[in-house]
């Protein structure tokens, strides 16, 4: 049998990593006429429905103040193939530099929000703020999706996960459970 003795402890600034949230995702938004985009590992779904996301960004990003100014953006979801320009888009910051010119994105324009939607990735979902009482003390925005898109090109994205030190961890062979989901049917 395990006893805690047996077990090594785990710094708490690295939990993260063992719980990784969901796929590493991008944010764009639109200030001042101006798109721009970000590279977001922390976010996750907070219901199924009606629909809400959950996504961090802090004063520290550019994109904060474009998200509490205009109250809208677009996750959009890249996929594996993607993943070292995410990484680099994540290394720069949009008050320096047009990050679609220089990563050679598509801006596409959305249908219910200002924010363009990415060409390049697998799915676009047009969110609008729901509640932004937790932006303060912890910098998470609750996203109410208004409007979401996904590219028939890609019927079997692989998506890729933040790993919180550098590395990533993609999509694997999926397995069907779904005959056991006995509780929750009306998902499936």
Same mark, same amino acid.
């Not at 985009?37 to 996504?55: D, Y």
């Not at 790993?163 to 779904?178: V, W």
């Given at each position: ?69 205009? !109250? /809208?953006? @677009?996750?959009?979801?890249?996929? $594996?193939?993607?993943? &070292? ?7 720069? #910051? ?15 324009? !959305? /249908?219910? @929000?200002?924010?363009?939607?990415? $060409?390049?990735?697998? &799915? ?7 509640? #932004? ?56």
């Amino acid at each position: 049998m395990t006893t805690v003795n047996d077990l090594r402890p785990h710094p708490l600034d690295q939990i993260h990593r063992l719980i990784e949230p969901g796929p590493v995702i991008l944010v764009t938004t639109r200030h001042r006429g101006i798109p721009n985009v970000m590279t977001n590992g922390f976010n996750m779904m907070v219901r199924h429905v009606p629909p809400l996301i959950a996504g961090t960004i802090g004063p520290w990003d550019h994109s904060y103040r474009a998200l509490t100014e205009t !109250g /809208e953006c @677009v996750i959009s979801i890249p996929t $594996a193939d993607l993943a &070292a320009t995410v990484v680099d888009i994540g290394n720069c #910051s949009g008050a320096d530099v047009d990050k679609f010119e220089r990563f050679g994105l598509t801006a596409v324009p !959305g /249908e219910k @929000v200002r924010a363009p939607l990415v $060409a390049e990735c697998f &799915a676009n979902i047009e969110c609008k703020v729901a509640d #932004s009482t937790l932006v303060a003390p912890y910098h998470l925005f609750l996203l109410e999706p208004v409007r979401a898109w996904t590219d028939p090109a890609h019927p079997e994205p692989q998506l890729f996960h933040h790993r919180g030190d550098g590395t990533f961890t993609l999509d694997g062979p999926t397995i069907d459970l779904k005959s056991r989901m006995a509780k929750w049917q009306y998902l499936l």
